[in-house]
């Protein structure tokens, strides 16, 4: 029998996709080979059920699952992450959620972001007039081209790809010696790399883009080098999200079968995306961006570069590189020039990577000398404590629930998410906020610490969490739901999703979780440095996240410092921002490195009192209160 009768056929419904995969293979593999989306958020671990299908035609096997109800199990439906195909199939695909772009520069308004740095980007345009050879003087054209660079530029040496070389003699003629060439001397020492070369003269910006490649969304910024304007910002989700909605969901799924290859090809499609937006809205073919600097954590930029990262996540926890090789636009499949530069601002340690070293190049932590606490938080939370003499550094397993992610009507910050709950003292009746207006959809991160903190201070939950009992008797807001007790944030009938929006105590106990994280984190890397947290000058915080949150509500909930409100600042996407400071400046390049090497990194796993202020932080705002002085005294009034 032929290897390929011995493959039994999967068609994917509505868009009529077939595939043929050996039985046995489970069906989120069959679909990914056919190009077929299924939103698998926990990685493929059969924790989150959340990638239904329906099977329509034909049988699988381990289709049991504590996710899926007798009823569900009975109708056909399968989770595509343990089911397996058993038989030729026919298999309904729920609708995708659209991930598109969800900022803009328009949409945000004026962009904020700039540059302190010296301008000396790392690629560079040159206008070029040359002599013709002659029976005197027949240098070869390489030669020629070479001498004249170098004169330009005060570089010893030029380096040219095959491609490009292929085509010199010709373009130097068309251009009767006169052309213009795009240099990269980003490289070692004094050398140069052509990555472009044209007839006559070119004019026009010359354009660059800065990435983050975030866990939950990439941002792009189009820059041009020639005068160091920010032209525009696109944000989107980053389409590894169908794989899972943290780093280590992905680095599980990257480890199955073409996992790898196919979280790479995702988030290069998902930045091509946004390149083809900024081409169609500029004007311009995306071939004409002559360098890229990407940041991301250290999972993020593994996964982009197509390294192996599952040494990330066992112990003792080494990635393989914090220091990246450049590579081309063209090695990674982005739709830039092929010959372009990618550069990966370096990381620090397994769980601490580039985004965190942009982002204390761009806030400046790095120069001062007020005592600083920088944080990003996300589903990842990261930490710096220090000053211009001294960093150091922490990861701490936030894990994504402020990101929508295991509370059962959470969503990401984006248009129709309450961000802002009020609750009455006396009806317990709530005023939302909605990302763009209108009815909500859901409720994402700082509306689950607004809500919340809101909870708390109204006695509707207790310093642990839990639901008071006497409310859920009386029902109305507060009632015994499906899941067990909730509190109604906004009722069916005012909501977007045609349901009622709620946070159960099982959502409270997962935000109560991950606030204990990051400030557990928080508190044993001050006192590893002999640091009194009340001695911290300076509070920065980064991150998309960073934007939404309300200091007062944060500090009440203790996932922040009881600190004077004025020694808090939010900057935004601190990540792109040290991209768009690497891209422009060699000088803050050379910085971002010196950082990342003087960074002193702290592994919260092997210190012994991590989980002894893990546990203390499980309360709101913490066990001790005293802590908390300004929260202390809320709660007494």
Not at 13 to 30: E, W
Not at 128 to 133: A, F, N, Q, R, V
Not at 211 to 236: E, F, N, P
Not at 543 to 554: P, S
Request: charged residues 20%.
């Amino acid at each position: 029998m032929s290897a390929n009768r011995e493959k039994l056929t999967v068609t994917f419904q509505p868009d009529q996709i077939s595939v043929k995969v050996p039985p046995g293979t489970l069906l989120v593999d069959a679909a990914a080979e056919g190009g077929v989306f299924i939103d698998v958020p926990c990685g493929g671990q059969g924790r989150c059920g959340r990638c239904l299908v329906k099977i329509d035609r034909g049988e699988v096997s381990h289709r049991e699952s504590p996710y899926l109800t007798q009823q569900q199990q009975a109708e056909g439906w399968a989770l595509s992450c343990v089911a397996r195909v058993a038989s030729d199939l026919v298999v309904s695909v729920p609708p995708k959620r659209e991930r598109l772009a969800v900022e803009t520069a328009a949409s945000r308004g004026a962009l904020r972001i700039r540059s302190d740095w010296p301008r000396y980007p790392a690629v560079r345009r040159l206008h070029l007039e040359m002599s013709p050879p002659s029976l005197e003087d027949n240098a070869s054209d390489m030669e020629r081209l070479r001498a004249t660079i170098s004169r330009e530029l005060g570089i010893d040496e030029l380096t040219v790809d095959l491609s490009l070389l292929k085509n010199l003699a010709s373009i130097l003629r068309e251009g009767d010696w006169r052309v213009t060439a795009t240099v990269d001397m980003g490289g070692p020492g004094s050398e140069g790399h052509l990555i472009d070369l044209r007839s006559g003269q070119i004019s026009g910006p010359l354009l660059a883009v800065a990435v983050d490649v975030g866990t939950t969304t990439v941002a792009v910024c189009l820059v041009d080098l020639k005068s160091g304007r920010l032209i525009d910002r696109i944000t989107a989700f980053n389409r590894q999200i169908s794989c899972g909605e943290d780093v280590i969901s992905r680095i599980i799924y990257s480890q199955r079968g073409q996992g790898l290859e196919h979280l790479q090809r995702l988030v290069v499609e998902t930045i091509n995306e946004i390149l083809a937006e900024l081409g169609r809205k500029h004007h311009f073919g995306t071939e004409e961006i002559s360098e890229v600097v990407a940041a991301g954590n250290t999972t993020m930029t593994h996964l982009f570069l197509g390294l192996p990262a599952r040494h990330i996540r066992e112990e003792p926890y080494v990635p393989t590189a914090n220091l990246f090789p450049r590579v081309t636009a063209g090695e990674l499949g982005l739709a830039a020039n092929p010959r372009a530069s990618v550069y990966c601002v370096p990381g620090v340690a397994a769980y601490v990577g580039g985004d965190i070293t942009a982002g204390v190049l761009s806030s400046g932590l790095y120069k001062t000398d007020k005592l600083t606490l920088f944080l990003d938080v996300g589903t990842n939370g990261e930490i710096v404590l220090g000053n211009r003499e001294w960093m150091t550094t922490c990861a701490c397993s936030a894990g994504p629930a402020f990101e929508g992610a295991g509370v059962r009507c959470g969503m990401r910050a984006e248009k129709g998410a309450i961000e802002d709950v009020r609750i009455h003292s006396q009806t317990l009746e709530p005023t939302v906020q909605v990302i763009g207006g209108g009815k909500p959809l859901g409720i994402c991160g700082s509306g689950m610490i607004s809500a919340l903190a809101e909870m708390l201070i109204t006695d509707i939950i207790d310093k642990g969490g839990r639901f008071n009992t006497r409310l859920i008797e009386e029902g109305a807001r507060v009632r015994l739901g499906d899941h067990g007790p909730e509190y109604v944030v906004a009722w069916a009938s005012e909501s977007a999703a045609g349901r009622d929006i709620v946070l159960t105590e099982v959502d409270i106990n997962n935000l109560i979780r991950t606030k204990g994280a990051i400030y557990a984190g928080i508190a044993v890397m001050a006192r590893q440095v002999g640091v009194d947290l009340s001695e911290v000058e300076q509070v920065l915080i980064g991150g998309a996240f960073g934007q939404h949150i309300n200091v007062e509500e944060a500090i009440q909930v203790g996932l922040l410092p009881d600190l004077p409100w004025d020694r808090f600042q939010f900057l935004g996407n601190t990540s792109v921002w040290g991209a768009y400071n690497v891209l422009l400046s060699k000088q803050a390049r050379a910085k971002a490195e010196e950082v990342a090497r003087g960074m002193t990194y702290l592994e919260l796993i092997a210190d012994n009192t991590f989980m002894d202020e893990f546990t203390s932080a499980l309360f709101l705002p913490h066990t001790n209160v005293d802590r908390f002085p300004s929260v202390k005294v809320l709660l007494a009034k």
